[in-house]
């Protein structure tokens, strides 16, 4: 696990070790083990190394094949490298270290892009090909490690980082008017776009290719993996689904245990991450784990339920785990917003800060971590949204109720409000057209609800669970902690995307409807209603751990911000982002703002994900990373 970086300049100027540099010591966090450089007049590549695999210098990097034609500089882990190694090793190549980056080099050199489709695990890649003069750039299947790039007509530059690209001297590091109205339709950013105007993110499952030979060289993008979730033509029997199920999942879980460095696991009081630590244990004698509770001296309501400590500490004991806590206060988000800001670069996805205080914890102890990312999204584990666009007339009215839903901050009104001041910079951008635009590479067939259900698998798992994916390579990098995701092991996302819905979900009634934002707990709501979601896996994961722990309500890992955003830190939300010269107001309307703000205050509406929103961005414009 590392981070990397790159420059290709068009007209022959040669990059500046200086500037190449700077780009790797912007990450360093990502790799604090060692640096490497490689410079070769007019390219030069990059390197931060995080020691998993083959900890001495023969996996230093960029690494250079044994002909001196190809350089590499990859940041990730492939899992199967051990088998890949054998298949190369017959074909008569020669490995000088036991790390994954050169089998990596060696399956690229010998099978191309197609290798691609080899690895199972996680990676971002740059391989330069000094005889071709072509430059590949390439992402794993799930977008589980970002890479960034900003390409003009004179030079392309790339990094795992927004913040290794400011290193360039002439970039203009202004902030992205329409990604910005992205964000706050959807609290996410669904296309290849940043908050950074000119920086793009390569999308997962693709790959980007450019040839300096040509007279006009651009990077040309193409997808070599896509999520597809279908319902199986011939099903097997549920017993059938059950056992392949158990055995892909502790599969999956043993494939990711190879590491030369301690290897640990987020516990919290739910299932997903609670299976891998029962699967991990088996492995080793009293494997460390890590909770993130919350003090709820101050919460109310739903939130009064939000700590899983009790839990993780009763599966810990079950599991003879070595066990660490840490408990957050209201303090604790005011305290790491600037450095949180910093490390994300953008907002993404959820209040994001548990996720840093989890993996600082975590990093004092293991240089790797397993987490349960990717079970909700593959198994259907938020059953209150799919319910909402059962049944529909057509696919367009299946876009319209689905879009209503992820209006996650406000109202098309509200925004028009807020955004004012900037609104001819947005003009032209119509985010139903973005949301729709996430399927048009996936079969637009609708005749069933189980239909449906599964074009929402994709979209969620195209978008929401790929901005969990960026926050928490973020977060965990930050700390220089490798974060790996089980639940994306390649043969079990097929099975998943294979499995029946009516093995997922028992209700297909289409009647229920929860509202995200609404005042009090909308999870209750639902499970009263339903009992539903994760079915299979919950079968699965009665084998695995305690009953009451497969069978309990979805629980999401956030703190109780909205009760402390009304009390204990109401001081420092209004004076961030109610002040009159907050930073937000040179994009913001400011009496929208208060409106919208002073609605959560009064306990109208439950506007914690705004609230956590704006304060976010404020951070980011403090921070001085980006302007106006």
Same mark, same amino acid.
């Given at each position: 696990?590392?981070?990397?970086?790159?420059?290709?300049?068009?007209?022959?100027?040669?990059?500046?070790?200086?500037?190449?540099?700077?780009?790797?010591?912007?990450?360093?966090?990502?790799?604090?083990?060692?640096?490497?450089?490689?410079?070769?007049?007019?390219?030069?590549?990059?390197?931060?190394?995080?020691?998993?695999?083959?900890?001495?210098?023969?996996?230093?990097?960029?690494?250079?094949?044994?002909?001196?034609?190809?350089?590499?500089?990859?940041?990730?882990?492939?899992?199967?490298?051990?088998?890949?190694?054998?298949?190369?090793?017959?074909?008569?190549?020669?490995?000088?270290?036991?790390?994954?980056?050169?089998?990596?080099?060696?399956?690229?050199?010998?099978?191309?892009?197609?290798?691609?489709?080899?690895?199972?695990?996680?990676?971002?890649?740059?391989?330069?090909?000094?005889?071709?003069?072509?430059?590949?750039?390439?992402?794993?299947?799930?977008?589980?490690?970002?890479?960034?790039?900003?390409?003009?007509?004179?030079?392309?530059?790339?990094?795992?980082?927004?913040?290794?690209?400011?290193?360039?001297? !002439?970039?203009?590091?202004?902030?992205?008017?329409?990604?910005?109205?992205?964000?706050?339709?959807?609290?996410?950013?669904?296309?290849?776009?940043?908050?950074?105007?000119?920086?793009?993110?390569?999308?997962?499952?693709?790959?980007?290719?450019?040839?300096?030979?040509?007279?006009?060289?651009?990077?040309?993008?193409?997808?070599?993996?896509?999520?597809?979730?279908?319902?199986?033509?011939?099903?097997?029997?549920?017993?059938?689904?059950?056992?392949?199920?158990?055995?892909?999942?502790?599969?999956?879980?043993?494939?990711?245990?190879?590491?030369?460095?301690?290897?640990?696991?987020?516990? !919290?009081?739910?299932?997903?991450?609670?299976?891998?630590?029962?699967?991990?244990?088996?492995?080793?004698?009293?494997?460390?784990?890590?909770?993130?509770?919350?003090?709820?001296? !101050?919460?109310?309501?739903?939130?009064?339920?939000?700590?899983?400590?009790?839990?993780?500490?009763?599966?810990?004991?079950?599991?003879?785990?070595?066990?660490?806590?840490?408990?957050?206060?209201?303090?604790?988000?005011?305290?790491?917003?600037?450095?949180?800001?910093?490390?994300?670069?953008?907002?993404?996805?959820?209040?994001?800060?548990?996720?840093?205080?989890?993996?600082?914890?975590?990093?004092?102890?293991?240089?790797?971590?397993?987490?349960?990312?990717?079970?909700?999204?593959?198994?259907?584990?938020?059953?209150?949204?799919?319910?909402?666009?059962?049944?529909?007339?057509?696919?367009?009215?299946?876009?319209?109720?689905?879009?209503?839903?992820?209006?996650?901050?406000?109202?098309?009104?509200?925004?028009?409000?807020?955004?004012?001041?900037?609104?001819?910079?947005?003009?032209?951008?119509?985010?139903?057209?973005?949301?729709?635009?996430?399927?048009?590479?996936?079969?637009?067939?609708?005749?069933?609800?189980?239909?449906?259900?599964?074009?929402?698998?994709?979209?969620?798992?195209?978008?929401?669970?790929?901005?969990?994916?960026?926050?928490?390579?973020?977060?965990?990098?930050?700390?220089?902690?490798?974060?790996?995701?089980?639940?994306?092991?390649?043969?079990?996302?097929?099975?998943?995307?294979?499995?029946?819905?009516?093995?997922?979900?028992?209700?297909?009634?289409?009647?229920?409807?929860?509202?995200?934002?609404?005042?009090?707990?909308?999870?209750?709501?639902?499970?009263?209603?339903?009992?539903?979601?994760?079915?299979?896996?919950?079968?699965?994961?009665?084998?695995?751990?305690?009953?009451?722990?497969?069978?309990?309500?979805?629980?999401?890992?956030?703190?109780?911000?909205?009760?402390?955003?009304?009390?204990?830190?109401?001081?420092?939300?209004?004076?961030?982002?109610?002040?009159?010269?907050?930073?937000?107001?040179?994009?913001?309307?400011?009496?929208?703002?208060?409106?919208?703000?002073?609605?959560?205050?009064?306990?109208?509406?439950?506007?914690?994900?705004?609230?956590?929103?704006?304060?976010?961005?404020?951070?980011?414009?403090?921070?001085?990373?980006?302007?106006?």
């Amino acid at each position: 696990m590392c981070g990397i970086v790159g420059q290709l300049n068009f007209d022959g100027e040669p990059v500046s070790a200086k500037i190449l540099k700077k780009m790797t010591d912007a990450i360093l966090h990502r790799g604090p083990d060692g640096e490497g450089h490689w410079i070769d007049q007019n390219i030069g590549l990059g390197h931060r190394r995080l020691a998993i695999i083959d900890t001495s210098s023969a996996g230093h990097q960029p690494m250079i094949s044994a002909d001196h034609r190809f350089v590499l500089t990859y940041n990730g882990e492939v899992y199967n490298f051990r088998e890949l190694r054998t298949e190369l090793e017959a074909k008569g190549y020669e490995f000088d270290s036991q790390t994954d980056s050169e089998v990596v080099l060696y399956a690229l050199v010998e099978w191309e892009e197609e290798a691609l489709l080899k690895f199972n695990g996680m990676f971002a890649l740059a391989l330069w090909d000094r005889k071709q003069k072509t430059l590949l750039l390439a992402r794993d299947r799930y977008g589980i490690k970002p890479l960034y790039y900003f390409q003009t007509y004179k030079t392309c530059i790339f990094a795992s980082e927004q913040k290794a690209i400011f290193e360039q001297p !002439s970039f203009d590091r202004k902030i992205n008017k329409r990604a910005l109205l992205e964000y706050f339709t959807f609290q996410n950013i669904f296309t290849d776009q940043t908050l950074t105007k000119g920086i793009s993110i390569l999308p997962a499952g693709h790959y980007a290719k450019l040839n300096l030979s040509e007279e006009k060289p651009i990077l040309r993008k193409t997808c070599y993996w896509d999520l597809k979730f279908v319902e199986p033509r011939n099903p097997a029997s549920r017993e059938e689904y059950v056992e392949e199920l158990d055995r892909l999942f502790r599969q999956s879980v043993q494939r990711q245990l190879v590491s030369d460095v301690e290897l640990g696991a987020y516990l !919290s009081g739910g299932m997903d991450s609670g299976s891998i630590t029962a699967i991990a244990s088996e492995s080793f004698e009293y494997l460390k784990s890590f909770t993130c509770g919350f003090d709820l001296s !101050s919460a109310s309501g739903l939130e009064a339920c939000f700590d899983e400590r009790s839990t993780a500490e009763a599966l810990s004991y079950a599991f003879k785990t070595e066990h660490y806590e840490v408990v957050l206060k209201a303090g604790d988000m005011e305290r790491c917003l600037p450095s949180l800001a910093w490390h994300l670069e953008e907002p993404r996805v959820g209040q994001s800060y548990p996720n840093f205080y989890a993996a600082k914890l975590a990093s004092k102890f293991v240089k790797v971590v397993l987490s349960g990312a990717g079970g909700d999204e593959l198994f259907a584990g938020y059953p209150w949204r799919y319910f909402r666009t059962m049944v529909n007339e057509n696919f367009e009215d299946y876009i319209d109720k689905y879009y209503l839903y992820w209006q996650r901050l406000a109202s098309n009104s509200d925004l028009q409000n807020l955004f004012s001041p900037i609104r001819k910079d947005v003009d032209g951008v119509w985010t139903r057209d973005i949301f729709r635009d996430v399927f048009l590479t996936h079969d637009e067939s609708f005749e069933k609800p189980e239909d449906y259900i599964n074009h929402s698998l994709y979209f969620e798992s195209k978008t929401f669970l790929h901005g969990l994916l960026v926050v928490e390579d973020k977060l965990s990098m930050a700390h220089g902690l490798e974060n790996r995701v089980p639940f994306l092991d390649n043969d079990l996302t097929e099975f998943a995307m294979k499995c029946p819905v009516s093995l997922k979900l028992k209700n297909f009634s289409g009647d229920v409807r929860i509202n995200e934002n609404t005042v009090g707990d909308k999870q209750a709501q639902f499970f009263q209603q339903t009992q539903d979601g994760k079915q299979i896996l919950r079968e699965v994961m009665n084998r695995i751990i305690p009953n009451e722990v497969a069978d309990a309500k979805k629980q999401g890992f956030s703190g109780p911000d909205s009760s402390w955003f009304k009390g204990d830190s109401i001081e420092f939300v209004k004076r961030k982002i109610l002040q009159k010269d907050a930073r937000i107001y040179s994009l913001f309307d400011r009496r929208t703002v208060n409106d919208l703000v002073g609605e959560h205050l009064s306990g109208k509406t439950n506007r914690r994900l705004l609230i956590w929103s704006l304060l976010n961005l404020e951070a980011i414009l403090e921070s001085e990373m980006i302007s106006v």
